[in-house]
């Protein structure tokens, strides 16, 4: 089965600081997605990556996806405290398939 | 855009009890599924269908656990016989096939079993 690791797994970072998270899978990345989570509650889409090289911005969020490394990124710009969260990244597992196998995510936490 | 809303969003309840949940996708979606996710852990997949038909269901959904989609529209899942291991998180999520746009989530639905 596909695995996915995230890291780092926690992440404390001063207001305005940048900071980045990785993403990287054991196996062919077919699209990567990440999204953000608040405590106890449901996953808010940030971006979806289909392309090698691909990168999407957001806001001050910019994620991009390397294929031959397996691997994604997502950069936060001048993180606020609004940023703090659960940030997870799940992979599409299979050409054609939707079913997403997730990362175990990274709590960020920004202090102000 | 409603976005996709899951009932109820807690829910307690004595082992070997049945529970239902339901989750209603938004409007023009054709595919919804449902995840699990426990304490500490990423969603885990258990099933998707698109329209009506369940296309895939993950090794994690035994027996106990049953997913409908009748109309195409809004879906169950039902847990029977419940049992400690099943206290989770069971999040739905929807899409539109071939819109090149990502699966969105409800709110989830917190299952505590006692």
């Known amino acids: ?112 | 855009d409603t976005g996709v809303s899951q009932n109820p969003r807690h829910k307690i309840t004595k082992r070997g009890q049945n529970v239902t949940f339901r989750c209603d996708p938004i409007s023009e979606h054709n595919r919804l599924y449902w995840y699990r996710q426990t304490l500490g852990q990423g969603p885990e997949f258990l099933t998707y269908f698109q329209n009506e038909a369940q296309l895939e269901k993950s090794r994690l959904l035994s027996d106990r656990f049953s997913a409908e989609r009748p109309k195409g529209s809004f879906s169950t899942l039902e847990i029977q016989r419940t049992e400690q291991g099943d206290s989770a998180m069971y999040l739905c999520a929807s899409s539109l096939a071939g819109s090149g746009v990502g699966q969105y989530f409800g709110p989830g639905t917190r299952l505590t079993v006692t």
């Not at chain 1, 392309?51 to 911005?57: F, L, R």
């Not at chain 1, 994620?63 to 997502?74: C, R, W």
């Open chain 1, 1 to 112: 089965s596909q695995e996915l690791e995230q890291s780092p797994q926690s992440l404390i970072v001063q207001e305005g600081k940048n900071l980045t998270i990785n993403c990287t899978s054991s196996k062919t990345l077919y699209g990567l997605y990440w999204y953000k989570q608040k405590y106890g509650e449901g996953l808010i889409f940030l971006m979806m990556l289909q392309k090698g090289g691909e990168e999407k911005s957001h806001e001050k969020i910019t994620a991009k996806l390397d294929e031959k490394k397996q691997q994604s990124s997502l950069h936060i710009t001048a993180s606020q405290p609004s940023h703090a969260g659960i940030y997870l990244c799940g992979a599409l597992t299979q050409g054609g398939s939707e079913k997403l196998v997730f990362g175990k995510g990274t709590k960020l936490t920004v202090n102000p």
